[in-house]
């Protein structure tokens, strides 16, 4: 019995792990969009006057475009302490969100901007009329002042991006810093009195996708993409089923791109009725939709460009947090993931090594739980001893099932065992297991962190598999001390387990093998002090 639970115990695990894999290419798909509509074909009466940005409503007005001179592109850097900010003066855009404290492979600093030719910029202001939109993304705006360095004693400023152009269009945009944080206010005040009888709509987009990627076999069961929180739903926008452009109306949180570890996204705060996706090319972007009178706008909004820390998001409030998903399971058990962090970090500040701080917190884990496991391991021993008696009661009764349940409920009772003894505690342990697991697995924490030797960054795997192979040496050496009960098929199933656990992480986190090897070790010692040295 013993070792059919264990049995279980193990291919539930195993599902566990290759659930990751498996909802990566079986993720459902997006739920359907109630307020979404498509442009061009769409049939919807709410929106069927509706043009989308970069699409004009001004006929002929390629022919009749203003021809825009060339003009000098100039830069504009904010420092926030934890992230530089450069905005330009040709178009107003953000042209670089780089992060002070995450490096890329060649040393400079992660850019969460993608560059392209012919790409949009982040924070690019688009109507339906091409002939305002290329006075918008070719003018040259005022951007006041030139530079703006934050500091714990100037923690707060703001620059403003202005442009008065002579055809009457008029854009003024305020954009407040805090030192330390990766949120940006932005107000944006659009006047257009020339073309006030057009009734023009505004978009503001960013994007296209996110930079920042990291480049490990690891990310697959991340979604990276197009992403959006809206009227209380998470809703992932995978590139290949956008339609042109989509628009979503309710109870804007956010809209945003984000991948493994980091995320940006546009909070509207106020003026904004519907948040935008939109596919150019292979190009993908999202925005807010302004409201917008007598083509006049005016909206307030935040950008948030940064990383996917959780007590950060957790801080910064408008739902932010719901960047994180764990999967279904996971979510159902993410309030362990916190503490867990935390503990994680507090000997990381002691031992200045995610590495060695990953052993301590398993050791602590492990000491929680020894009464849970030795009362498991002692069951099974126990379980182990009255096997022969067992398989006599069963010989004896096999044609009188209910004789035969009596008999082993009273030699149970007699020898103090319980068959569900040795399962019981393993699965109150599952939870912990599981928050530990995302902790380890989805943590920026451990992005470069290095360990010893040849493991110079704990979020990818191990480059030369040592740590897999000795996680799977020790899950052997655990089987074997592990009592010989049941039926030769199961014994050899079991055995079969170290292998395919090998296989399955050779792919995984170093840091999440390293946590799951010294597990193993700490349990190899104490099934060893129960089955080979503590007396009955």
Known sequence: MERQVLLAFALSLAVFIGWGAFISTMQPPPKVQDATQK???????????????GQSSDSGATSHSPVVPPVEEKLVSISTGIATLEFSSLGGILKNARLNKYLETDGTPVDLIRHGEGNKAPLTIESNNETVNEILRNSQ??????????SEANPQGQITIKLEHESGLSVTRIVKFTYGKYLVEIDTSIS?????????????????GLGGAANSQTDYIVFSGATSFINGERIESPPDEIPDITFT???ISWTGFQNKYFAAALIPERGAKSAVVKKEGENVYVGLEFEAVQSAAHATFALYAGTKELQILEATG???IRVLDYGWFGNKFAFLVKPLLKVLQYF??????????IIVLTLIIKLLFFPLTHKSFKSMKGMHKIQPYVKVIQERNKGDRSKMNEELLELYKKHRVNPLGGCLPMLLQIPVFIGLYHAL???IELRGAPFILWIEDLSVAD??????IMMGATMFFQQKLSPQIGDPMQQKILMFLPILFTFLFLSFPAGLVIYWTVNNILTISQQFYIYKIAKD
């Open 318 to 320: 408008h739902n932010m």
């Open 141 to 150: 705006y005022e951007i006041t002042p030139e530079t703006l360095e934050l």
């Open 39 to 53: 442009s061009g074909s769409n049939s919807s009466p709410a929106t069927a006057s509706r043009t989308a940005p």
């Open 441 to 443: 697995f989805f943590s």
């Open 249 to 251: 109306k309710g109870d």
């Open 192 to 208: 257009n009195p020339q073309r006030a009888a057009e009734n023009l709509q505004y978009f503001n987009l960013l994007g296209p």
């Open 463 to 468: 480059p030369y598999y040592v740590t897999p």
């Open 348 to 357: 990381y500040g002691i031992l200045h090594n995610y590495g060695w701080a």
